[in-house]
């Protein structure tokens, strides 16, 4: 009895931990290139204009950085999904955050892939 609470306690702390860095590194990635391009206005080095092999987004300054905002949404939403998570002490919410968390990053990629 005593380690299964243990185990469930362990679980917990590593799928919201995960969840966390994971999409924590995903809000923090695209909020910073928001910042950088929309708000800075440092497109040095971005090739926009739709030149070569790059995605749809690329087309400009503005759909590029209001693009990387989007995308910032549902990591932080997931975020917070976590942390409620954690606070509640649900064990299945946890998991289906880490789950959404991940195929959050597997859209952003197909769609970058996409264009």
Same mark, same amino acid.
């Not at 995605?55 to 503005?62: K, L, M």
């Given at each position: ?7 469930? %306690? !362990?679980?917990? @702390? ?19 290139? @928001? ?5 800075? %206005? =440092? ?16 087309? #400009?300054?503005?759909?590029? #950085? =209001?693009?990387?905002? %989007? @995308? ?9 999904? #976590? !942390?409620?998570?954690?606070? &509640?002490? &649900?064990?299945? %919410? ?7 968390? !991940? ?11 996409? =264009?």
């Amino acid at each position: 009895m005593e380690s299964a609470r243990q185990y469930r %306690g !362990l679980s917990l @702390w590593l799928t919201t931990g995960l969840t966390f860095v994971i999409g924590g590194f995903g809000a923090l990635l695209n909020l910073m290139e @928001w910042y950088t391009v929309g708000v800075q %206005g =440092n497109t040095a080095g971005y090739p926009f204009g739709g030149e070569g092999p790059v995605p749809d987004y690329y087309s #400009s300054a503005e759909r590029y #950085s =209001n693009t990387m905002l %989007g @995308w910032s949404f549902p990591f932080l939403i997931l975020l917070c999904m #976590s !942390l409620w998570c954690f606070i &509640k002490r &649900k064990e299945l %919410g946890a998991f289906v955050c880490l789950g959404l968390t !991940l195929l959050t990053w597997l859209f952003m990629f197909m769609y970058g892939l996409s =264009n």
